[in-house]
Structures are given as structure tokens and as C-alpha cells.
């Protein structure tokens, strides 16, 4: 599920995002914006984050969050930058940045299943 602290409610994922996602095989197309609420929160065993900033607000906004929520980046200390309004490079740089940090949750979530 995703949701934004700042997302552009029910619209798709930028054109330039898609379009790199696609050339990696991920079809985005059905894909639509929604700002993150209480339902989703209360939803959610994990929730990770792009930046620290984000972390910092959602922990301020709904402080019961402490504890599951996360930076993408932690692991290597990191934020991935929001490349919205920015050239493809930086689309780019944020689509290499989350290829190379998912193996590292995929493997956090597995863990954290064969604990249950």
C-alpha cells in the first residue's frame, strides 16, 4: 500500500516514473495517489518512509507510530530524495537508490514473519 504526507489524491504516479518503472518490467499504471490517514496507520505493521523528515512528521503527527515506522534508507543512512519536479536523472537516482535497499527490507519482513 502507499500513501503520501503530501500525495496529489487519486492521481497516477508521475509520467517519468512509470516509464522507468516500466523499463524495469513494474507497470504503474493503475496506480493512484492517497494521503496517509489513521486508517492506513492503524493498517500497517511497517512503514517506511522516504526521507527522515518524513519520519519525524508522521512519529509528531501520530505519535503511536514510534517503533514501525522507518526511513527506506536507514540501513545505509540515506534519504531518497523526492525527485518530483526535478529532471530524469533524479528519478532515476531514487529508482536505483529503492532497488538497492528493497532486498535488505524484503529480507527485514521475511525475518520478522518466521518470528510470528
Known amino acids: 500500500m502507499s500513501a503520501g504526507l503530501g500525495a496529489l489524491v487519486d492521481h497516477p504516479a508521475h509520467e517519468t516514473s512509470q516509464k522507468i518503472a516500466l523499463e524495469h518490467g513494474v507497470d504503474m499504471s493503475a496506480h493512484r ?5 489513521m486508517d492506513i496507520l492503524k493498517w500497517a ?3 517506511l518512509v522516504m526521507e527522515n523528515g518524513h519520519k519525524q512528521e ?3 503527527k501520530y505519535p503511536w507510530t514510534e517503533g514501525k515506522v522507518f526511513r527506506y534508507g536507514d540501513s545505509v543512512q540515506v534519504d531518497i530524495p523526492d525527485p518530483y519536479r526535478r529532471p530524469e536523472s533524479a528519478f532515476v537516482l ?3 537508490f529503492i532497488s538497492k535497499l528493497t532486498p535488505y527490507w524484503v529480507k527485514k519482513i521475511k525475518e520478522s514473519e518466521g518470528q510470528a
Open 33 to 37: 495517489a492517497r494521503q496517509i490517514n
Open 45 to 47: 505493521d511497517l512503514i
Open 94 to 96: 531514487a529508482w536505483n
Open 58 to 60: 508522521i512519529i509528531r
